[in-house]
């Protein structure tokens, strides 16, 4: 179940606990802040729900900053039910919740619309105007109001703390592998196919372009993907991220072929996953020595992806 901070909260859904963040990626470190929400929740018999920002609060600040979402609301929805959340609360993010104390955002957004019981956010998080807020503060002025706050510290591995901006960086560095295991599931882009000057089926390349909207862009250049079909069948392929060099005009695309799919999937919604970097983009002298180069690719690709199921 999907919730709206502007709109009343089921009485069902009162009196529960919330993991409180952006989660933007879901990755390591968020799953433990989600995760210790939903154990609270079920071992108290209540609602578990995840709170999450919606538009990032940097696109708010921000509004001419690079696209660097990692997932959709879509995806975040999905992800935080699979991990056991019984709803998701979308904060709109505005001019008035920036410029809402700390104070007032516990005792009218967390009490009183949400009548939650219980918060876990991380030890670094921060909320209200000029990010007054903190877990310290949330626990001093929910405890006389009968709300608990916890926080989970931060998930690190060999290379440092598990985080958004760390798996970002891996992706635009082309870094698919290291992407996969902070996220714990491969980088996906979702989006509809849209109609495109359809040059791939005339050199044995159908492709499948997808706008990619508020994603971040990883690095320019080839990929070994899978793609998660309309009716739930996943299917392997290679696509190109980036601007088309070899044509003109210059136009930003996702574009993935899949192998051995026949199909029309225009207007329909589709997933894919990066797994592997093959390549950076690079501009052809020919159509010919594109074609060599793309079926390369491909064969590189099934080789890689040849193990995934």
């Not at 967390?110 to 019981?117: D, K, N, Q, S, Y």
Request: net charge negative.
């Amino acid at each position: 179940m999907r919730l709206d901070n502007r709109q009343p909260v089921p009485e069902s859904l009162r009196g529960a606990v919330l993991a409180l963040g952006n989660f933007d990626g879901f990755h390591q470190g968020h799953q433990a802040v989600v995760g210790e929400a939903i154990g609270w929740a079920k071992a108290q018999g209540r609602p578990a729900i995840v709170a999450t920002f919606d538009p990032h609060p940097v696109r708010h600040f921000k509004p001419d900053a690079e696209p660097f979402r990692l997932t959709t609301l879509e995806q975040r929805q999905e992800l935080f039910a699979a991990a056991g959340a019984d709803a998701m609360l979308v904060l709109h993010f505005d001019s008035a919740m920036a410029a809402m104390p700390a104070v007032q955002w516990i005792e009218e957004m967390l009490v009183r619309h949400m009548g939650a019981v219980g918060v876990v956010t991380g030890e670094d998080f921060t909320f209200g105007r000029a990010k007054g807020g903190n877990p310290q503060l949330l626990r001093e002025v929910g405890a006389a109001h009968g709300l608990e706050g916890r926080t989970v510290g931060p998930v690190s591995d060999a290379g440092g703390t598990v985080s958004s901006s760390r798996i970002r960086e891996a992706l635009k560095s082309g870094d698919c592998q290291l992407a996969a295991r902070l996220l714990t599931r491969p980088f996906s882009i979702r989006g509809r196919v849209q109609h495109g000057d359809k040059l791939g089926r005339t050199i044995g390349f159908p492709t499948a372009n997808l706008d990619m909207a508020n994603y971040l862009r990883p690095l320019y250049g080839i990929y070994a993907v899978t793609g998660r079909m309309p009716d739930g069948r996943v299917v392997h392929g290679a696509a190109n991220i980036g601007i088309r060099p070899t044509f003109d005009p210059p136009k930003e695309l996702l574009e993935p072929h899949f192998f051995d799919f026949a199909g029309d999937l225009y207007g329909q919604e589709i997933e894919v996953a990066f797994h592997h970097f093959l390549r950076p983009e690079a501009k052809f002298d020919s159509l010919d020595a594109l074609i060599e180069q793309m079926d390369r690719d491909c064969v590189k690709a099934r080789e890689l992806l040849a193990g995934l199921s």
